[in-house]
């Protein structure tokens, strides 16, 4: 059974860097064709991309956000890192880590943390 | 490259069907057959019910359809259930000069009446 666990801070100051964690449980990350990706939700507002780290380090960013945006993975931790810099209020949502199948789906979801910046 | 366009709301009654659209482009829906129909009930983490433009998942209720004509896909559910009530977000690849993105839909708010 796969099941993914996103852990980070709940509040960071504008300006800060967030960096999440996102914990794979039952499947490796090395493993081909395993797929890493970040989506955020802003309050009552859509759902948006943000990157994606492949089993063989592929990396892929929202074309909007890639200037902020680093994705890593530690493979003997079987966690996925974003480092996102210059937080502003705009990037409060929930964010989220997905696995992506090979047909694009995203097959399984975190529970989603939400982190709001605020001074 | 741009969100995908769904309608903001579509509702209907216990066992009337009802069918989202998703609109893109050449370079995203159009293009690949890839796309992906998520449900998201409130507070919760969204769930695939579709993918690849008309398969589903298992045990993803076969009420649950997909299809595509051209640049616009489409979700329909039919013989809708008060549970079917919930946030449908659609998806698809982009890869405009180069990009490999995952776009989303704006999402449709589903009313069962």
């Known amino acids: 059974q796969v099941t993914l666990k996103e852990s980070g801070p709940a509040l960071v100051k504008p300006t800060q860097t967030l960096t999440l964690t996102c914990t794979f449980y039952?499947?490796?990350?090395?493993?081909?064709?395993?797929?890493a990706n970040w989506i955020r939700q802003p309050p009552g507002k859509a759902l948006e991309w943000l990157a994606r780290?492949?089993?063989?380090?592929?990396?892929f960013y929202s074309t909007s956000l890639k200037t902020r945006l680093t994705i890593s993975k530690d493979t003997s931790k079987n966690q996925v890192v974003l480092r996102m810099i210059n937080m502003d209020p705009a990037d409060t949502a929930t964010y989220y880590c997905?696995?992506?199948?090979?047909?694009?789906?995203?097959?399984?979801w975190g529970q989603g943390t939400l982190v709001t910046v605020s001074s | 490259q741009s969100a995908l366009t769904q309608p903001p709301s579509a509702s209907g009654s216990p066992g009337q069907s009802v069918t989202i659209s998703c609109a893109g482009s050449?370079?995203?829906?159009?293009?690949?057959?890839?796309v992906s129909w998520y449900q998201q009930h409130p507070g919760k983490a969204p769930k695939v019910m579709i993918f690849?433009?008309?398969k589903r998942p298992s045990g993803v209720p076969d009420r649950f359809s997909g299809s595509k004509s051209g640049n616009t896909a489409s979700l329909t559910v039919s013989g809708l259930q008060a549970e079917d009530e919930a946030a449908y977000y659609c998806?698809?690849?982009?890869?405009?000069?180069?990009?490999?993105?995952?776009?989303f839909g704006g999402g449709t708010k589903l009313t069962v009446l």
């Open positions: 050449s370079s995203d829906v159009g293009g690949y057959n890839l």
């Open positions: 039952g499947i490796s990350l090395s493993t081909t064709e395993t797929r």
């Open positions: 998806s698809s690849p982009n890869t405009f000069a180069g990009t490999n993105i995952l776009l």
């Open positions: 997905a696995h992506m199948g090979p047909k694009w789906e995203l097959d399984y």
């Open positions: 780290i492949d089993w063989d380090d592929e990396i």
């Open positions: 690849e433009v008309s």
